[in-house]
C-alpha cells in the first residue's frame, strides 16, 4: 500500500516495556508512514515500571520499525522524557540517522519551533515521592480495570472505551492540564518561540494561546496508551492525527523487516550512513 509522507511526525508517551502500551495501533500507523523526520518526544520506553519478564513481539516490531525508518533514510530524534531519562547521559550521541537529544529547535516557514518532553514544566513533579507512586498505582489499577472492562463490551459488540481519558476529564485533571499548558507556554514566549511542542501529559492538543507576553501555538502530541495521536507536519501546516478516527485499512511490517534482528538493522543503519558520506564526497559537498 502506497505510504503518506509528512514532512514530520511527532509522537510521545509511548510507554514500550508496559502492559498499557498500545504497540499493535502504533505498528500499524509508522507503517503506513514514512517522514523525513521522526521525532520521539520522551518516555518511549518506561524505565521505573520496567520488567524483564515483560517485552512481548509487539513491543520489539515497534523497536525494530523505528529503527527501519532510520536504515530507510528518515532522521529520527529521540528527545529524553523523565520515563526515559537514563538515556539523558547519552544526549548528542549520533547512531546514522538516530539522534539522541533533550530538545530540539527547528525553524519551520518562519516559525520559530520548540520540542521537547514537558516534565520540566509540571508542577506536579515537586509533590513527594510517595504521592507520586500513589497516583502512579492508581493509573495502573486503573488500566487493569479497563482491560477487563473492553473484554466485556468486545463480547457484547461493542468498542473500546477509556477509563483513563474519561477520569482526565474532571476538573482537578483540567485544572492540572492548564497549569502546565500555561508554563509550557510562557516559558516558550520568555524565549521568543512561535511553537511549542510537548508530551508528557497524555493529553493531545493543538490551541492557539493568545497571552500579554505575546502569542504561540502550543501543540502536545498525547500518547499510545489511552489517546493513540501523533503530530504530523505537511504543507506547511500541523494536524493532530488521532488513530482511532484517521485510521486507514491495516498495514503491515515492512518485507525487509521480517527477517532482520536487531544488529542487522543497526548494520543497515551505518552502512546508509557510510553511503550518505560518500555521495557528498563525490558531489563535492563535504567537509
Not at 514530520?8 to 514514512?34: F, K, M, N, P, W
Not at 498505582?137 to 463490551?153: E, H, I, P, S, T
Not at 492548564?178 to 520568555?190: G, I, M, P, Q, T
Not at 493568545?210 to 498525547?222: R, V
Request: aromatic share 10%; net charge positive; with cysteine.
Amino acid at each position: 500500500m502506497k505510504k503518506r509522507k509528512p514532512h514530520i511526525v511527532v509522537l510521545s508517551d509511548v510507554h514500550l516495556g508496559t502492559r498499557e502500551c498500545q504497540a499493535d495501533s502504533l505498528l500499524a500507523y509508522l507503517s503506513s508512514i514514512r517522514p523525513a523526520t521522526l521525532v520521539l518526544n520522551g518516555d518511549i520506553f518506561d524505565f521505573e515500571r520496567f520488567d524483564k519478564a515483560y517485552f512481548p513481539p509487539s513491543h520489539f516490531k515497534v523497536l525494530k520499525k523505528i529503527l527501519g525508518l532510520a536504515a530507510s533514510g528518515t532522521t529520527v530524534y529521540y528527545l529524553t522524557g523523565n520515563r526515559d531519562q537514563v538515556f539523558r547521559k547519552f544526549t548528542g550521541t549520533t547512531l546514522g540517522n538516530l539522534q539522541i537529544r533533550d530538545k530540539l529547535l527547528l525553524n519551520l516557514d518562519g516559525r520559530k519551533t520548540w520540542i521537547f518532553h514537558g516534565d520540566i514544566c509540571d508542577l506536579a513533579g515537586t509533590q513527594t515521592k510517595w504521592v507520586v507512586r500513589l497516583g502512579a498505582l492508581g493509573y495502573r489499577l486503573l488500566f487493569l480495570a479497563n482491560r477487563g472492562f473492553n473484554r466485556v463490551r468486545r463480547l457484547t459488540g461493542r468498542g473500546p472505551y477509556s477509563l483513563a481519558r474519561r477520569a482526565g476529564q474532571n476538573r482537578a485533571a483540567a485544572g492540572h492540564r492548564e497549569r502546565f499548558e500555561k508554563s509550557v507556554v510562557d516559558l516558550a514566549l520568555e524565549n521568543r518561540y512561535d511553537t511549542v511542542i510537548c508530551g508528557h501529559i497524555h493529553h493531545p492538543k493543538k490551541a492557539w494561546r493568545e497571552t500579554p507576553k505575546g502569542n504561540c501555538l502550543y501543540l502536545n502530541s498525547g500518547d499510545w496508551v489511552a489517546s493513540l495521536t501523533a503530530l504530523e507536519y505537511h504543507f506547511k501546516r500541523w494536524k493532530l492525527y488521532k488513530y482511532q478516527e484517521d485510521k486507514l485499512l491495516p498495514f503491515f511490517a515492512d518485507e525487509e523487516l521480517k527477517g532482520m534482528d536487531m544488529n542487522q538493522l543497526i548494520s543497515s543503519i551505518l552502512e546508509i550512513t557510510e553511503t550518505n558520506k560518500d555521495e557528498k564526497t563525490t558531489d563535492g559537498s563535504g567537509d
